[in-house]
């Protein structure tokens, strides 16, 4: 889509050099047009695809375009409103983000309150927690019981995760310093990309972590309609 808004905006430039005459001034007044109607198309693209920076530059192009070409005010009324419509896609989106986020974190809270460190670490009982989970939402990937020196106590999920110790971890390290952390994108032992959300609890001198991994191709399906 670049590249046809590069090849259009190109042929009014040609056209604009050329202009002089009657008919060259058509032919630039035509590219100008044509041009318009790929940028159109590609923000309406970015719109139907949840690009909504990707929309918000096409518009600031436009609006910078009608401005050099003077091209009316019905071409800058239509780009400062997908300028508005743009912005307001991103704050959606990020609101939407941060609710997600919000929400899972809260049902780590309320799982590590009401059920506690033994409940939790006893055998069997993680898996039924991750089972219920799963049932009502299925956007984690595994769920862990970690102590205040890095170590799993309890782990259900997909990987062979029981002996690696998380202590020098960056993630381990944050949570230490706070009572929640939700990391960025990383590779970790498991070498996949994904994220987590860390809840840290009191335990006498000490503390333990409910860990929970979330799912990417959940959170893309989840970002893509937004």
Known sequence: MRRAIEASHAE??????????????????????????????????????????????????????????RTGGVTVGYWHGKLAQALLGERRFEEAIDQFLEERTMDLKLLSANLGFEQLTAPGALEKVFQSLQSELGCFTDLS?????????????????????????????????????????????REQPHFVIAVKNSLGDGF???RATVDTAYFDRMVAEV
């Open 145 to 189: 019981i970690i102590d205040d020196e890095g170590r799993h106590l309890a782990y259900v999920g997909p990987y062979d995760l029981m002996a690696r110790n998380y202590k020098e971890a960056p993630w381990f390290k944050a949570v230490k310093e706070r009572k929640v952390y939700v990391s960025d994108v990383f590779m970790g032992f």
């Open 208 to 210: 333990w972590i409910m």
């Open 12 to 69: 009014v430039e040609r056209s604009r050099a050329a202009a002089g005459s009657s008919r060259t001034d058509r032919e630039y007044d035509d590219a100008i047009r044509t041009r318009n109607s790929v940028m159109r198309v590609a923000v309406w693209l970015c719109f139907r695809q949840g690009r909504n920076e990707e929309a918000e530059g096409f518009a600031r192009l436009g609006l910078r375009l009608a401005a050099e070409e």
